[in-house]
Structure formats: structure tokens, C-alpha cells
């Protein structure tokens, strides 16, 4: 079980299941709602994932050129989650709302096309330009 939630405390929610997926995204999009290089997400799927508390979500294109919904607490904006058109079935928890971040392991860095030249992740993850085939996130 994975548990996670906003700075305020205002939002929490927890995912019955297994992560389907992990990664970086670096993606425009990801680099400006996350004010990083990068977003480090957690693909779930979306059946499991129990929120509590009240979000906003907010529509803006995605690494995939299609639709991506970022979800957030409306009270200190911290972004919890993110769903999208391209995988409507799984829900990508940016990692860094998760009460344990430590206890999940990326395994590829996508969008590296519009990856930023300081922004360099160790690791030796695959890299694609793109989405993966078979991938969801944004």
C-alpha cells in the first residue's frame, strides 16, 4: 500500500496495488508544473487510488501532445497526481507526494528530447525521446 498527500495535509490518498510503471518525465509541460527539470512520477492504476480530501485539477497538453489533467490541492497547490487521454486506466503520482518517495525505484526517463542540459539523472535508465511503447503518463 502506498500513501501520500499534499504539504498542507488537506489532501491524503492511498493506492491498493502495485506500481505499473516509474520514471522521469521531462517533458515542458512536467518541467513547468513541477518548477524542476524534470517530474518523477509513479504510474498506478487509477481503480486503486483512494483519495481523500478536495482536489482542483487544472487541463494542459502533455509529453504526448495529447491531454493530461494535473491534480492538486486547491488549498497550498501542492500537484498530487495526474490523469490523461493517452492512459485513462492509471493515475501518475508525482513521487514527491508520497510519505516514502525512497520506496520506489524509476525505471526510464522519458521526453528526454526536451530534457534540460542540467538536468542530467545517474542511473543509467533506458531513455527515450518520447513515450515508451505500451507507456502511459502525460
Known sequence: MMTGGCLCGAVRYEVAADPVYTGHCHCRSCQRASGAGHSTYVGVPRAALTIRGETRSYAA???SGRQALRHFCPAC????FGTGEMDPGTATLYAGSLDDPS???PDAAINV???QPWD???GGLP???GMPPGAGGS
Not at 497547490?77 to 498530487?80: D, E, I, N, R, T
Open 61 to 63: 497538453t502533455g509529453g
Open 77 to 80: 497547490g501542492s500537484q498530487l
Open 103 to 105: 520506496a520506489i525505484r
Open 113 to 115: 528530447r526536451s530534457r
Open 120 to 122: 542530467r539523472i545517474a
Open 127 to 129: 531513455e527515450f525521446d
